[in-house]
Every structure is written in structure tokens, then in C-alpha cells.
């Protein structure tokens, strides 16, 4: 919960439709509140600062596509702060209207992403792909539209929302396809220093002296702290103003970390912490998998 005492309303706000992917990972890491879908990933932030919903639940990059087009530069402005994250396994589900059947469409609509997580599967069945604004949005026009030759690729929750029958489950091509989310707060909750482990995400942008760069990041890697994430973007619409944004293993106030932000912040002209957080139990999860199929692929070539 926030620590300024307001109490803000039960609700979780996401962008898109009912039946979005960002509306199950709502309900799977906060099934006590209330989903509140939103058209734009702004008016998802909007509301977290106007006292409307209580967080917001915001996807931040997939393990197929990369990274969520426009977040990193929403984040500086937004002002709020990351509480936690929720790892989601996307499961793509091939639906359309009662009685339609796999032989009976033509063409499939999703969102540009959903489509291409899914291209193997459209080409085995011969199946128009036609983009569209996102995958819950998809699965209501199919319903909506009446026509028996069109599908939608969404998931399970807009299947039962828009009363669309699954013609074919998982149909995604990679079976690791999955999205990080971060969640969102008007007001800091740090997680403690003994509730490791935790990630620490912040944003700097390096002084413009030769090595800046090579320079701030090495306090890390002499104090022993894993960055686990490490991405720039341009911002003020030149080529020559970069912004980073970075997870790491660790608490600010253990003192490795400390060190390290103390030697990032020397060759920085600006730092923003925006939140430490409890890590998801998926990461362990994943790098034990990693670890066992690295194991097996060993075995192989020995």
C-alpha cells in the first residue's frame, strides 16, 4: 500500500479492452481490486496521479518482442513509482463466432505484435493476418462484426467476454512468450532491505565527458552488483541526448549499492530512483530453467 496514509480507491488501472492481456495480469497479481481498462497507457498514469484508481499496471517488455514502444519515455514524466512486477506467460488463442470453424475463416485480426508471436501458426493455416489496435479490441469487433470468416487472436478472458469460441489454444510460437509488467504507485512503497531479493530500477542520463558512460557503470561491477537490465533511448528529439534505464539486483541501502549509485551519480548529470521492489518469483523460476537447459546443452556437446 502507499505510505502517505490516503486511501486510494480498490482499483487497478490497464491499457486497452476488457479481455486484454494487461487485464489478466491485473487479475493475477491483484484479484482483489477492481480492473480498470483505460484507452491509452497515459490515461492509465493519469489515473494513478488523480487519485482514481490505486496503481496502474503497465507492460514494460515482452521476451519475444522487446521492449513496449513509448514506456520509457512515459516514466520521467509520470511521476509515480514502480511498487512491484508481474511476469505474465501470453497464451494466444485463435476464436471467432459460435459455430465457425478452423476450415470456415479467411482472415485473422490482433494486435501487430500478437500476429507476429503467431505467424507460424497463420501460415500452416493459410490465414489472412490483418492488424488491428490491440487483441481484446479484436476479439469485440469479431463479435460485433457477424461475420463468420473472420477470427480474432486474444486470450481466454476475451474469449468469455465477447462470447467467441476457441478454435485452437496456444498458438503462439514461442512457448517462453512472455511480459514483464511493472506496477505503479502515486506514492514510493520500497520494499526493506531484508526482503530480498529485490530490484532497484532507476533512469540516468551521463555527463558528456569522453567515457562517461563506461565510467558510471563501472562502480557496479567492482562492488559486485548484477545489472540485470540496461536500455537507452534519445529524448528531446536529438540524437545526442540519451537516458538510461536500468534494473539491478539489491537494496540502495546495502552498501555495495550504495557505492555503486554513489559512483553512477559522480558521472551523471541527472539520476531517478523510481522504486525497489520485491523481485518476482519468475526469475529465479527462469534461471533455474536457463540453468538446466544450459546443463542439458552441455551434455549434448561433451
Known sequence: MPNSGTIRPAKIAYQGEPG??????CRESHPDLESIAYATFEDALAAVKSHDVRYAMIPIENSVAGRVADIHHLLP??????????FLRVRHQLMALPGASVA???????????????????????????P???????ARMVSEGGDPTTAAIA???????????????DVEDEEH??????????????????????????LFRVRNVPAALYKAL???????????????????GTFNA??????IEGHPADRPVQLALEELSFFSSEVKLLGTYRASPYRAAAADRAARLMHTHDKVWT
Open 20 to 25: 486484454a492481456n494487461s487485464h489478466l495480469a
Open 77 to 86: 514524466g509520470a511521476e509515480l513509482y514502480i511498487i512491484g512486477e508481474h
Open 104 to 130: 470456415s475463416i479467411k482472415r485473422v485480426m490482433s494486435h501487430t505484435q500478437a500476429l507476429g508471436q503467431c505467424r507460424n501458426t497463420l501460415r500452416k493455416l493459410g490465414l489472412k493476418p490483418v
Open 132 to 138: 488491428e489496435a490491440d487483441t481484446a479490441g479484436s
Open 155 to 169: 486470450s481466454t478472458l476475451a474469449a468469455e467476454i465477447y462470447g467467441l469460441e476457441i478454435l485452437q489454444s
Open 177 to 202: 512468450n512472455t511480459t514483464r509488467f511493472v506496477i505503479l504507485a502515486d506514492d514510493p512503497d520500497d520494499a526493506e532491505p531484508d526482503e530480498a531479493p529485490v530490484v532497484t530500477t532507476f
Open 218 to 236: 563501472g562502480g557496479f561491477a567492482t562492488n559486485g552488483v548484477n545489472m540485470t537490465k540496461l536500455e537507452s533511448y534519445q529524448t528531446g
Open 242 to 247: 540519451t537516458m538510461f534505464f536500468a534494473d
